[in-house]
């Protein structure tokens, strides 16, 4: 059953994906897809989608927001398996979520054997590092979990000495210190809040707990064709009203963007 489902992921592009019982992964988080829970799951098909695509030393947003809105990738690739794994496994419900889940993802996934826990609450795969966004199926179907938790990353702390704002406090995020909670923050920033902002030069996120991490060092690039499209990793005026339909950040006003924007240019004269 395993190398049946793996082989089915691994046609729609999917390397790297793994099993967790349902019950592991409770309780669910009070969030609105909950409903979409599968009356009776048993198991929890985890999948990687790896998002580094190389260097661009001139971009101004996150790593994770130069391709197009995994949001959409990621879900239309999980639909994709999920029919396929519905005409092998009539009888049993495959339910898709990516990031809107009520399922702790990153704890689901380190469960499954995806990856090691880092300091920063991210996954850190072996190949791809932590640059990857994770999703899942929840299905009815039984699948017995067949690799081990990778255990904890290197305990090396750099992620924690490394986050300029103090936001990784023993491995918790502060989400009102975290500089990419900023970018994508409402309304006006206070004073230091906006310093912190142009500190980190980006109109969207912080890469710096990942960058330091020294199990990135050999990160290897996506295996993923549709991040490699319509990648865009500086954000102008001009640009922004195609962009905010194209990528992760499109959840986010446009006067949230422009701010940010305004506050580098700012600086910059």
């Known amino acids: 059953m395993h190398s049946v489902i793996r082989e089915i992921f691994a046609s729609q592009g999917i390397s790297q994906c793994g099993f967790c019982a349902y019950d592991a992964v409770l309780p669910l988080l009070p969030v609105r897809s909950a409903s979409r829970i599968p009356e009776n799951a048993k198991t929890v098909i985890f999948a990687l989608f790896p998002y580094w695509i190389g260097e661009y030393p001139d971009r101004n947003i996150s790593r994770y927001a130069i391709p197009d809105d995994y949001h959409m990738i990621a879900v239309d690739l999980l639909k994709r398996c999920a029919a396929a794994l519905t005409e092998h496994f009539p009888e049993h419900h495959f339910e898709p979520f990516v990031d809107s889940s009520p399922i702790r993802e990153v704890h689901g ?66 989400e009102e210190l975290c500089r990419s909670a900023i970018t994508q923050k409402k309304g006006e920033l206070t004073d230091w809040e906006q310093q912190q902002l142009i500190s980190g030069g980006l109109v969207w996120g912080c890469d710096i707990c990942n960058d330091v991490c020294p199990m990135n060092k050999n990160a290897s690039p996506s295996d993923l064709p549709a991040f490699y499209k319509n990648a865009t990793a500086t954000i102008t005026y001009e640009n922004l009203p195609l962009l905010r339909k194209q990528k992760a950040f499109n959840y986010r006003s446009r006067s949230v963007m422009e701010r940010n924007l305004a506050l580098l240019e700012r600086d910059e004269n």
Do not use: Q
């Not at 299905?139 to 990353?153: A, H, K, N, Q, V």
């Open 109 to 174: 996934a380190y469960l499954a054997g995806l990856g090691y826990r880092g300091k920063n609450g991210l996954l850190i795969h072996p190949k791809f590092g932590s640059y990857v966004f994770i999703g899942e199926l929840v299905t009815t179907l039984e699948i017995s979990p067949d690799r081990e938790p990778m255990g904890e990353c290197l305990n090396c702390g750099k992620c924690l000495t490394s986050c300029p704002s103090g936001a990784l406090c023993d491995g918790f995020v502060r």
